[in-house]
Structure formats: structure tokens, C-alpha cells
């Protein structure tokens, strides 16, 4: 794929799509780093309940039952790792 000065309409709907996610993504960071540094331990505590949550959820088939149950497994070790990396991002940031 060559580089050009346009840009497909399936492909514009891609790149909107991302650029949402990278707003709701930085949001969503601007919080999560805020309860940190508000309420490191609660905050914590939650995301260790969110995780459990989201092991149990995505081992059966009531959670994203348009996936087979890899599918499921994999998007769950996902969430997983990137929960506990939320929280190791937000301790290596610190406090502002």
C-alpha cells in the first residue's frame, strides 16, 4: 500500500474509529490517574475486583457470546493484562 493524499471511505471510517478510542482512552486515563493519586488503595482494590470480575465473565459463555470460547479466553487474558498494566502505568507515573 502506497502512501497517497487519499484516503478510502472504509478506511476513514477505521481512522475515526481509532481516533475515538484514543479520546475515550485518554479520558479515561486522566481519571483512573486521578483516583490514584486521590485514593491509590481504594482505586486499586477495585481494579483487583474488576479483574476478577472480568476472569470469571470472559471463562463463560454468558460474556461475548458472538466469540468461541479461545476467542473469549484470549479477549479475557487481554482485559487482564491490560488492567494490571493500567495500574503499573499509573504507579510508574506517580504523583503530579
Known sequence: MS????????????????ARLAVVERAAWF??????RTQP????AYIASERARCAEGFA??????DLTSAERAMLGA??????AQLVADA???GPV
Request: avoid cysteine.
Open 60 to 65: 463463560g459463555p454468558k460474556w461475548s457470546r
Open 31 to 36: 481519571g483512573f490517574q486521578h483516583a490514584m
Open 3 to 18: 502512501d497517497s493524499d487519499d484516503v478510502s471511505p472504509e478506511r476513514a471510517v477505521m481512522i475515526r474509529l481509532r
Open 78 to 83: 487481554e482485559v487482564d493484562a491490560g488492567l
Open 41 to 44: 488503595a481504594e482505586t486499586e
Open 91 to 93: 504507579k510508574e507515573d
